[in-house]
């Protein structure tokens, strides 16, 4: 099983950005997915979360009415849709999913990452 990011890159402030992450393998369900960031210097930090089906979301106060998550869960894919970036919106931005593979074990995983520069 594995999670890749893709979508990031540089925009200005007030642009806006989609993120993707797909999950791919022995997959028997995807649960919650969720996009975490780490900027230099600082530890990683949730972004924003769904739930399995999509019907509930939360996110952090800081980016809260301005990212969108959501999913697709016939592609198995998470995005977030980042419109009006701040310049502290510059991170590496990473994918998380619960997922059951096929084997029914239940585990974390991660993607690798992908850099969002947002420029003034």
């Known amino acids: 099983v594995q999670l890749v990011e893709s979508g990031g890159g540089s925009v200005q402030a007030g642009g806006s950005l989609r993120l993707s992450c797909v999950a791919s393998g022995s997959i028997f369900s995807v649960l919650s997915m969720a996009w975490y960031r780490q900027a230099p210097g600082k530890e990683r930090e949730l972004v924003a979360r769904?739930?399995?089906?999509?019907?509930?979301?939360n996110y952090s106060d800081s980016v809260k009415g301005r990212f969108t998550i959501s999913r697709d869960n016939a592609k198995k894919t998470v995005y977030l849709e980042i419109t009006n970036p701040k310049p502290e919106d510059t991170a590496v931005y990473y994918c998380?999913?619960?997922?059951?593979?096929?084997?029914?074990?239940?585990?974390?995983?991660w993607g690798r990452g992908t850099q969002v520069t947002v420029s003034s």
């Open positions: 769904i739930s399995p089906f999509g019907t509930s979301t």
């Open positions: 998380w999913a619960g997922i059951r593979d096929a084997s029914r074990r239940r585990g974390d995983y």
